[in-house]
């Protein structure tokens, strides 16, 4: 009973384990197909582009490609996320 109130009345801090202190620092993408990628960059990702990140949900090397996808409605796109694995990996 004691250790349920005093659960019920901590602060409301959490522990996280050193390795995932930074993905909470980097930038998280869903690709194309709907996987989750997390990147570390100090830039931001622009359209157009590709870039070869470090992802630390996979732990490899991928060349990310930025594009806007048209929707049913002719004036409205959205960005798209086209994530492959860089040659560097292998």
């Not at 202190?21 to 989750?36: E, Q, Y």
């Not at 990147?39 to 582009?49: I, K, Q, T």
């Amino acid at each position: 009973m004691i250790g349920l109130y005093l659960l019920m009345n901590s602060c409301g801090t959490y522990h996280i384990k050193i390795g995932e202190k930074s993905k909470l620092n980097g930038i998280p993408i869903v690709d194309s197909g709907g996987t989750k990628h997390i990147y570390r960059s100090s830039n931001s990702l622009e359209l157009g582009n590709d870039y070869a990140l470090y992802c630390m949900e996979h732990h490899h090397w991928e060349t990310i490609s930025v594009r806007y996808t048209p929707t049913p409605l002719a004036k409205l796109r959205h960005e798209e996320y086209v994530v492959r694995r860089h040659p560097k990996s292998s």
